[in-house]
């Protein structure tokens, strides 16, 4: 199967402080990136479509400004937490469309972020 | 967002026993996926359906594509300590690349 990670696997910062998420796809090129938050004990719920090349779109809800997203290469996909506050804890899951069609998501292992 | 209705929402099995779990949805959908998540970790991809009425295996679990294209089924068969986790199944329509996720099935199994 194809192989997407993500850096760093957790990180804590101060509020107010910007944090950045890479999501990466290690052994194929990925047009199509998508970003998940994930509650506990919940299912993921999407926040946005990263697109190579041109700008993401968001879902209904999802602050684009509190969330900066930049897909810059075909292997590459950024999350920037912008201004980061306690609420904006959570684990952050990026996956990437893979195959001829985008038949197949892959998901990486998830980026847990803790705003103190 | 939208969510697919996936049951049973948590199961309590002993090992040995086989599983079964379904996911359900309004809309047809031209592509099933089955993924595992254990704590902390991104969800893995188990099985890919693309055409309905497919029977698709990986080691002990099966999946299939329902007929009416707006259901699928997992089954587990002779599960062990280590299938626990929570199964999500994942739907696609025509036309779009966003998948839609059902609510999870949480397995846990007493050995």
């Known amino acids: 199967g194809a192989v997407v990670s993500q850096h760093p696997s957790w990180v804590i910062c101060k509020s107010g402080t910007s944090v950045k998420i890479e999501c990466r796809s290690l052994?194929?090129?990925?047009?199509?990136m998508f970003w998940y938050r994930q509650f506990p004990k919940q299912s993921l719920m999407l926040m946005a479509t990263s697109n190579e090349g041109s700008k993401a779109t968001y879902e209904q809800g999802v602050e684009k400004d509190k969330f900066l997203i930049n897909h810059a290469s075909l292997t590459l996909s950024t999350l920037t937490v912008t201004s980061a506050h306690p609420e904006d804890s959570s684990f952050y899951i990026c996956?990437?469309?893979?195959?001829?069609?985008?038949?197949?998501?892959?998901f990486g292992p998830g980026t847990r972020l803790t705003v103190l | 967002g939208q969510q697919l209705n996936q049951s049973p929402q948590s199961m309590f099995i002993q090992e040995g026993e086989d599983v079964s779990m379904n996911c359900t949805s309004s809309s047809i959908f031209n592509t099933w996926l089955w993924y595992k998540q254990e704590p902390g970790e991104g969800p893995v991809l188990l099985i890919a359906l693309y055409k309905a009425g497919e029977l698709t295996s990986n080691g002990r679990l099966t999946a299939q594509f329902g007929i009416t294209r707006k259901d699928s089924f997992l089954n587990i068969s002779a599960s062990i300590p280590s299938d626990v986790g929570i199964y999500f199944c994942?739907?696609?329509?025509?036309?779009?690349?966003?998948?839609?996720f059902g609510t999870g099935t949480r397995l846990k199994v007493l050995a």
């Open positions: 996956s990437a469309l893979f195959g001829l069609a985008g038949d197949t998501q892959y």
């Open positions: 052994d194929f090129q990925a047009t199509t």
């Open positions: 994942a739907g696609r329509s025509a036309g779009t690349y966003k998948y839609i």
